[in-house]
């Protein structure tokens, strides 16, 4: 089986520019996670969606932040402008469906620095 | 940190000792998970125990769940240097929101 895709991998941007990260998750998951990861601190849920539709975005500065999962299935997080408080990891995670507990599983994360 | 609090914030041990991480959290959960993360990669679920469990064992690894005092442990018997890592909790409030807290640095020296 396989696991959740991220991409690029790194990027480096200067402040103010806009950046677009990239997942693919696992086949037949239905609800999709972004975090944020900062430098020494645990990932904070910044969006979940449950097939195409946002569940949760309280985290997501939408001033700057916006992502979308137009298809249910590929979702893509987008950051306009960027400042440099965004350097971090940004993780995409699946499961299979969200309204029970179960397990998460990550991708490898786009490492962002905004200089 | 928005929920889980881990402790130690670093462990350094020699292979074959055991390891002991312990977090705290503050509000009710549904059920309280484990996560793995190697430098630089993603995170790896290790174990998940619901909120009326109080112990759940996975190979090497004993989690110890008590919600009355919001605190949960992870213990990894005979330490290998393959375990170096960082291990996360994360408590589920419901809808498998996830609340992560802020990590142990376990570091296994061989």
């Known amino acids: 089986e396989a696991g959740v895709a991220q991409s690029p991998r790194y990027k480096i941007i200067e402040k103010r520019q806009s950046v677009a990260f990239w997942c693919n998750p696992i086949s037949g998951h239905a609800t999709l996670y972004w975090y944020q990861q900062i430098l020494g601190q645990g990932p904070k849920l910044l969006i979940q969606f449950q097939n195409n539709g946002v569940v949760d975005d309280s985290q997501l500065p939408k001033d700057r932040f916006s992502a979308e999962r137009l298809k249910g299935v590929d979702s893509t997080l987008k950051i306009q402008p960027a400042k440099l408080e965004d350097s971090a990891v940004y993780l995409c995670?699946?499961?299979?469906?969200?309204?029970?507990?179960?397990?998460?599983?990550f991708g490898p994360g786009t490492r962002l620095l905004v200089l | 940190s928005q929920q889980g609090e881990e402790d130690p914030q670093a462990l350094s041990i020699q292979e074959g000792e055991n390891a002991t991480m312990n977090c705290s959290y503050k509000?009710?959960?549904?059920?309280l998970q484990w996560y793995r993360q190697n430098s630089g990669r993603g995170l790896v679920h290790l174990i998940l125990i619901r909120s009326n469990e109080r112990e759940k064992h996975s190979g090497r690894l004993r989690v110890t769940l008590d919600t009355s005092k919001k605190s949960s442990s992870l213990l990894i018997t005979a330490s290998r240097a393959a375990d170096t890592a960082s291990y996360f909790c994360a408590t589920d409030r419901g809808f498998n929101k996830f609340y992560f807290g802020s990590g142990t640095k376990l570091n296994v020296k061989p």
């Open positions: 509000t009710s959960i549904n059920n």
């Open positions: 995670a699946s499961s299979l469906d969200g309204l029970k507990e179960e397990t998460q599983y």
